[in-house]
């Protein structure tokens, strides 16, 4: 039973290792994927790096917006459990797709996974968080392992499928995406075993048809979505239009749900965590350069020594902010314990603005690079993962913290919701993220390599400023946005 799950001795809940694994899979398809995204569209299909940067937007930002979708109707219908085997089927089924022909069908699989992808993402975190009673203490910690398994499975995926994809086949890259999400869908089966009712059907009580026939609904209603968003992610015109209306549409839900709540407090802890959600799509605005200026960067401009190796930069961009989030994840964990014990642990929001100010000094040193380059423009790797290591500590002052604090403030009829609030927050950051990418492009694709490293870098040291600004603002905010939270911390 629930009481059974959530009175775990010890520090962590065994189900949390299994959810570790199943997540893992899932971010090695998503990140694998994602890594190989800009550098495809620029290789393969010839798209400009303007297109290419709008375009890895457009679709980062439609996978991240279906978790919204998917956390609503895991919470009125699937339920978590039915959700995630749905989502997965789909994401094997799309990488399966381009894996047989990437250049036919491409945009139809990525089509797939970002419905499979919105069905499962959010889900997984959820359940997470019902693995924890409120207020118990161990909750920040375990959702710290998590984002490491997250970042094992980004790591590997990451890194893997671009090598893969650029020294072998696109097929061959696309074909590992679809086999580890078959793994982690096995893992998952057998991890519901252990879950007791967490996930489990919210609408258990009605009878068996009323029930089939509201689930065949949900899942006739995501493959029709499927030709719409094939063709939205074709004309980024159509993502424009998206994003102008899933966002004030997701709004006005929240406070139709969020004015149904009676207690005051409730509604006040809502609110926290909107507004905490509302600072973090700069962050990943900023963050997210990642997958698309900042891989195009690292395909042009940058040499291949790292330390004492010779490394793909690309690889080097994919996998150095996962490797170092597995490696600091657990000493972060200890400088906020060795805080507390002083009673010096700073609170969420301050932690979200110390996100914000560590992102800043990453983007910084992006902007640096520029002072180590050669005569052709090829600069500094080791510079430019010496950046990433930043972003990363940013990364872990915000990200897993926002995860945990999400599950803490959200009542449990909203939970799903919630959660895909917070994801669709990371969509418009993925948006934004692929416009700034865009307008820091060099217009004229045969400058040289040194202007285009001007062009970038230069972009990066106003994404910087504003970093530096949110941080700030953020700190100020602070005792207010506390106070909402009613005890939360
Ligand atoms: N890197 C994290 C993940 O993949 C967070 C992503 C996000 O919220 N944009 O889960």
């Not at 700069?282 to 997958?291: D, K, N, R, T, V």
């Amino acid at each position: 039973s629930l009481e059974q799950i959530q009175n775990f001795g010890g520090k962590y809940p065994k189900q949390l290792w299994y959810l570790f694994l199943v997540e893992m899979w899932e971010r090695f398809c998503f990140y694998g994927m994602r890594g190989v995204l800009a550098i495809f569209m620029v290789n393969e299909l010839l798209l400009s790096e303007k297109n290419a940067n709008l375009k890895y937007g457009a679709i980062q930002a439609f996978v991240y917006a279906f978790t919204f979708v998917g956390g609503i109707f895991a919470d009125k219908i699937l339920g978590f459990k039915r959700s995630l085997t749905f989502g997965a089927i789909l994401m094997i089924l799309g990488n399966g797709l381009i894996a047989i022909d990437p250049h036919q069908f491409f945009y139809f699989g990525i089509a797939l996974t970002i419905i499979g992808t919105g069905f499962f993402k959010p889900n997984v975190s959820s359940m997470v968080g019902e693995l924890y009673k409120e207020g118990d203490a161990r909750r920040d910690a375990g959702f710290g392992v998590f984002y490491s398994g997250i970042n094992i499975g980004a790591l590997l995926g990451g890194a893997l499928c671009v090598w893969l994809g650029k020294e072998h086949s696109w097929n061959l890259a696309f074909l590992a995406a679809a086999i580890v999400m078959c793994i982690g869908l096995v893992i998952f089966t057998f991890t519901k075993k252990y879950l007791g009712p967490i996930g489990n059907s919210p609408i258990a009580n009605l009878s068996k048809g009323a029930q089939l026939s509201r689930e065949i609904m949900v899942y006739i209603g995501a493959l029709i979505c499927i030709p719409l968003i094939f063709v939205m992610v074709n004309n980024t015109r159509y993502t424009d239009l998206f994003m102008y209306i899933i966002g004030p549409l997701a709004l006005l839900y929240f406070f139709v749900q969020m004015l149904k709540e009676k207690e005051g407090k409730v509604r006040q802890q809502l609110i926290a965590a909107l507004v905490l959600i509302l600072f973090s799509i700069l962050f990943f605005a900023i963050f997210e350069q990642a997958g698309g200026s900042l891989a195009l960067f690292a395909n042009k401009n940058l040499n291949t020594s790292l330390l004492f190796f010779h490394i793909d930069p690309n690889v080097v961009n994919n996998g150095a902010n996962s490797l170092f989030v597995i490696l600091f994840s657990p000493l972060l964990g200890l400088a906020w314990l060795g805080m507390a014990k002083r009673k010096l642990e700073p609170n969420t929001v301050i932690k979200f603005g110390l996100g914000f100010l560590f992102l800043a000094i990453g983007y910084y040193i992006f902007f640096g690079t520029r002072w180590f380059a050669d005569s052709h423009g090829k600069t500094s790797l080791n510079i430019f993962t010496l950046a990433y290591l930043a972003v990363t500590i940013g990364e872990l002052c915000l990200s897993p913290i926002g995860l945990s604090m999400i599950t803490k403030l959200s009542p449990k009829h909203l939970g799903g919701m919630m959660m895909g609030l917070w994801f669709l927050a990371s969509a418009y950051g993925q948006y934004v993220a692929g416009l700034l990418g865009a307008g820091m492009s060099s217009p004229d694709e045969n400058a040289s390599l040194f202007d285009k490293l001007l062009a970038y870098t230069a972009g990066y040291q106003q994404l910087a400023l504003y970093s530096v600004a949110a941080g700030f603002i953020m700190i100020i905010l602070s005792p207010f946005i506390k106070r909402l939270m009613n005890g939360v911390n």
